[in-house]
């Protein structure tokens, strides 16, 4: 005979509904989670700069703001770029003695066609001959119609350690000479150890970028035109992160120094966009650090 089933079936609907609410509440809480992550990435460049104190630049005393780009920042549309109010760019043609970057010839042209200030630089490596890195980034630039000098990157992450100070500082000066001995006005990016090492007491009558991430009046003692104050920018017609520029002074000064691309020299003063002076003692040298 068949037994009769005893278990309370009233409770079934019960627990249904539990596991229900359960399951809706795992959903939102997944949604949630994943709404905050995607807010958290596109929002990661203000977290960042509340977290490391980072600056925003004055765009009153310093308007003329840049990038710099290469292969690994994908597909750029650089009328989004200009758009979004950047005035110029550096792309990276080369590196050593025989690499180059496979985005920079459509780097140049896109950027050359949406008005952009265009400039290209090359990353130096410290156990390579100086004339062979010239020539490589020679091969590159060939033929571009450039606004802004050729710029050498020098800089110790990511490169040569065991290398040392003395003879990276033969191999810069024989590519930087090389490249001027062909018409060429050059500049050197670097940050506080490679500005210790290689231009206050090497290069020093050169153009200068700085990479540091303070508010570019602070670095008025030390003359250089462009300052690079975050690897985490965020920028219109780019995916994902990107170097942020500033140029060192105002729309005049940038002007005039288009029209030669001088170096900028020590002086008892240094003029601000504002009109005023600031009076700088000599003894008193801003030294800034590696920020990478």
């Known amino acids: 005979m068949k037994k009769k089933d005893t278990r309370n079936t009233e409770s079934r609907p019960a627990m249904s509904k539990k596991m ?35 600056i925003v630049v004055d765009r009153n005393k310093y308007p003329i703001l840049g990038i ?11 009328n989004k770029v200009k758009a979004d109010g950047y005035t110029f760019v550096f792309i990276k043609a080369s590196e050593g003695e025989d690499y180059h970057d496979s985005k920079f010839l459509t780097n ?24 062979n890195q010239a020539k490589n980034f020679l ?37 930087l000479d090389n490249l001027r001995s062909r018409g060429h006005k050059v500049m050197i990016y670097t940050n ?12 020093i009558n050169i153009n200068l970028w700085l990479c540091s991430f303070r508010q570019p009046d602070k670095l008025k003692h030390i003359p250089h ?35 030669n691309l001088s170096p900028m020299q020590p002086a008892d003063t240094t003029t601000i966009s504002n009109g005023d002076s600031v009076n700088i003692n000599d003894q008193d040298i801003f030294i800034i650090h590696d920020e990478l």
Not at 111 to 128: I, M
Request: proline share 1%.
């Open 139 to 175: 091969e590159m630039v060939a033929g571009r119609n450039l606004d802004l000098p050729l710029v050498v990157d020098v800089e110790d992450w990511s490169n040569d350690e065991q290398i040392k100070d003395e003879r990276t500082q033969q191999h810069l000066d024989a590519m």
């Open 68 to 78: 710099d780009v290469s292969a690994h920042n994908g597909d750029i549309d650089f």
């Open 20 to 54: 229900k609410l359960v399951l809706t509440g795992l959903a939102v809480l997944l949604v949630g989670v994943g709404a905050a992550t995607f807010w958290a990435y596109r929002n990661r460049v203000d977290i960042q700069h509340w977290w490391r104190g980072e």
């Open 108 to 131: 140049y042209e896109n950027a050359r066609k949406a008005g952009l200030k265009v400039g290209a630089y090359h990353f130096f490596r410290k156990k390579t001959d100086g004339l």
């Open 192 to 203: 506080g150890d490679g500005y210790k090492k290689y231009i206050k007491n090497g290069q």
């Open 225 to 259: 035109q462009l300052q690079q104050y975050s690897h985490w920018g965020r920028v219109k017609g780019i995916w994902g992160d990107v170097d942020l520029n500033v140029f060192n002074g105002n729309v005049k000064q940038w002007e005039m120094w288009l029209e």
